[in-house]
């Protein structure tokens, strides 16, 4: 009985969380005047962040505007708030202070899962459910609703059509639980798949590529910078060369930007991320 008792106290916080992102969405849905149109720019004015009100901040008084269509990559050492910042862009946390708007229109409660709509965001560690391939890169879409032309389409981009396609059920094989039955590089790939079925306007990488050797990632970056003016990436990077064809790369220090530089100048500094 204390077992079971315990459970449910530690689960009821998790729960809560769910049913009222649940409620958030349906009465969100309601307001058919809500949109978020995404063809200028992606602007933060003033982001601070800390989790707690005694804690140290980890963002302070960041300012941002990224320009659609850009390649924006992120550096700084561990603790810099470079994956907070992009929790924050992403609405997975919301800034203690300032405000982040999208064609000048500020992001709210309200209109947050429409901003997400047009996001894909690719991890370090990527969550596979235990189904087929197929199901993995078109995630979310009901079975019958699965574009297959699109689904190859993404592996090959994602550089991992070709190991699909020698294994024995192909698109069809099924991962395992959390993609058990494939190698670490081939469930980051999966995960650029992913991103790249979506067809979202934002792919956010965050350090995605660590788990593939040069050739590969250069291969996968390369695809990404086909797709156009009309997908917007940011990239939190394991090695420098990843952000060699990015706009800008941003520097951060201690929770503020330190500075914008090109891949040229990071590269003659040397820059070690560690």
Not at 19 to 41: A, Q, V
Not at 83 to 93: E, K, N, P
Request: charged content about 25%; some cysteine.
């Amino acid at each position: 009985m204390f077992q079971s008792w315990s459970l449910i106290q530690s689960s009821q916080a998790s729960l809560k969380d769910v049913i009222e992102y649940l409620d958030l969405r349906t009465e969100s849905n309601k307001d058919n005047k809500l949109h978020i149109i995404f063809n200028e720019n992606i602007k933060l004015k003033n982001i601070s962040f800390q989790y707690l009100i005694d804690s140290p901040s980890i963002l302070s008084s960041v300012d941002l505007n990224i320009q659609k269509g850009s390649c924006i990559g992120f550096i700084g050492s561990t603790g810099s708030g470079k994956s907070t910042l992009i929790d924050i862009i992403m609405g997975l946390l919301e800034p203690t202070e300032g405000t982040i708007s999208i064609d000048n229109q500020i992001l709210t409660k309200d209109n947050m899962h429409l901003w997400q709509k047009l996001i894909a965001h690719v991890p370090q560690s990527i969550y596979l459910i235990d189904s087929t391939i197929e199901q993995n890169i078109a995630f979310g879409i009901d079975k019958d609703k699965i574009d297959k032309s699109l689904v190859r389409e993404s592996a090959q981009k994602a550089q991992v059509a070709d190991i699909i396609e020698k294994m024995p059920n192909a698109y069809d094989t099924v991962v395992g639980e959390r993609g058990i039955q494939l190698s670490g590089g081939q469930r980051q790939r999966l995960g650029i798949a992913r991103a790249l079925y979506k067809n979202a306007q934002i792919i956010i990488l965050d350090e995605a590529t660590s788990a593939l050797d040069n050739e590969t990632e250069k291969a996968v970056i390369e695809s990404f910078n086909s797709l156009g003016s009309n997908v917007t990436l940011l990239m939190i990077a394991h090695r420098i060369t990843t952000l060699k064809d990015c706009t800008n790369i941003i520097e951060l220090k201690d929770g503020k930007i330190c500075k914008a530089i090109k891949y040229e100048e990071l590269r003659k500094k040397n820059y070690d991320r560690t």
